[in-house]
């Protein structure tokens, strides 16, 4: 069973910094590309970014580029999502999902809160 | 960026057909997918590439489009498909959500 389970939100002060981890487990996690999905309260769902199965294509949506690295440990079956410069505005649910332009399987997402 | 639009909200009867329509604000090919995302749930892969069933979704859900519309028809709708549908496209970078289409029964 495919099994993606995000770990890392709560509350953070805007301007810090933040990481979340997603621990893949039921497939063979270096066979994938991997993403970053995100849900603000009440709203749709935003794009954030994706990386190939060895870390050597990075695409991100442009307005987070220079705030949000995504990177992966393969031998962890671990897939990251490193933010910085955090605002009110990044207040959201952050779901990790498998897949390259889509994506199959989403994990049940974490919480990050922005707030003083 | 790649807009799509959705309509916001629809509400059927049980046994009744729906469509849900994506319209794009530019062509994105048949690279459009569709999700299903019920309260309090991460959303879940229904249909790719415009038209495909994902493995184990009831073929109650079908999918059509191409260029710039898209259409998701659930036929016919039952209780359990109360949910937000989503499209998605990845043909023009960044790949982009549609503001959501939220499915009420009557």
Redesign the interface.
Known sequence: EVKLVESGGGLVQPGRSLKLSCAASGFSFNDYWMGW?RQAPGK????IGEINQDSSTI????SLKDKFTISRDNAQNTLYLQMSKLGSEDTAIY?CARGW????Y????VMVTVSS | DTVLTQSPALAVSPGERVTISCRASESVST?M?W?Q?KPG?????LI?LASNL?SGVPARFSGSGSGTDFTLTIDPVEADDTATY?C?Q?WN????????TKLELK
């Open positions: 999905v749709g769902l935003e794009w695409n991100y949506t442009p779901y332009e889509l994506f199959d989403w994990g049940q997402g | 690279l997918h999700y995302q749930q991460q959303p879940t892969l790719y994902e989503y998605q990845s970078d960044p790949w982009t959500f549609g503001g959501g």
